[in-house]
């Protein structure tokens, strides 16, 4: 991976949808040669796909909590084709400490949460921090240029 590699990945964080016509003039390069650059990126695993950014509550999504879930390896097999299936959870992590998974989850209520977190306890003890704001919101990884 060179520079030209690390400035389309800067430049396809900031926003996929540039096209390619404008990659290829930001970078100096033909579209061509930039369309395969971008195919060996995802090909390598390195961009692993694309998605909108959505404001949340706009889609009456007004709760958004982290739960900590203290899960024990023998359910991981369990566990974690459950969490995947679990159309509200935005984010799951195996975390060290006490406890072993965070999750980060979206609801319309505090009634829906309630529901969710009930549901997940049977594979261990939960703590929950429900968001009040968010200052830096999700963003791609900052990409240092020599």
Same mark, same amino acid.
């Given at each position: 991976?060179?520079?030209?590699?690390?400035?389309?990945?800067? &430049?396809?964080?900031?926003?996929?949808?540039?096209?390619?016509?404008?990659?290829?003039?930001? %970078?100096?390069?033909?579209?061509?040669? %930039?369309?395969?650059?971008?195919?060996? &990126?995802?090909?390598?695993? $390195?961009?692993?796909?694309?998605?909108?950014? %959505?404001?949340?509550?706009?889609?009456?999504?007004?709760?958004?909590?982290?739960?900590?879930?203290? /899960?024990?390896?023998? #359910?991981?097999?369990?566990?974690?084709?459950? $969490?995947?299936? !679990?159309?509200? %959870? &935005?984010? !799951?992590?195996? /975390?060290?400490?006490?406890?072993?998974?965070? $999750?980060? /989850?979206?609801?319309?209520?505090?009634?829906?949460?309630? @529901?969710?977190?009930?549901?997940? #306890?049977?594979? @261990?003890?939960?703590?929950? #921090?429900?968001?009040?704001?968010?200052?830096?919101?999700?963003? @791609? $990884?900052?990409?240092?240029?020599?």
């Amino acid at each position: 991976m060179d520079e030209i590699d690390l400035k389309l990945i800067k &430049l396809l964080q900031e926003n996929a949808r540039y096209s390619l016509k404008y990659l290829a003039k930001e %970078v100096f390069l033909s579209t061509p040669a %930039v369309s395969s650059r971008i195919l060996k &990126l995802e090909e390598a695993g $390195i961009i692993k796909g694309y998605s909108a950014q %959505v404001n949340l509550p706009k889609l009456n999504y007004n709760i958004k909590a982290f739960i900590n879930l203290e /899960v024990s390896p023998k #359910q991981k097999p369990e566990f974690y084709p459950f $969490i995947a299936s !679990c159309p509200n %959870v &935005l984010e !799951c992590n195996c /975390v060290t400490g006490k406890f072993s998974m965070l $999750i980060k /989850v979206s609801f319309h209520t505090t009634e829906e949460l309630d @529901g969710f977190i009930n549901e997940i #306890q049977r594979f @261990g003890n939960t703590e929950t #921090q429900i968001v009040f704001s968010t200052p830096v919101d999700h963003r @791609g $990884i900052q990409i240092e240029m020599n």
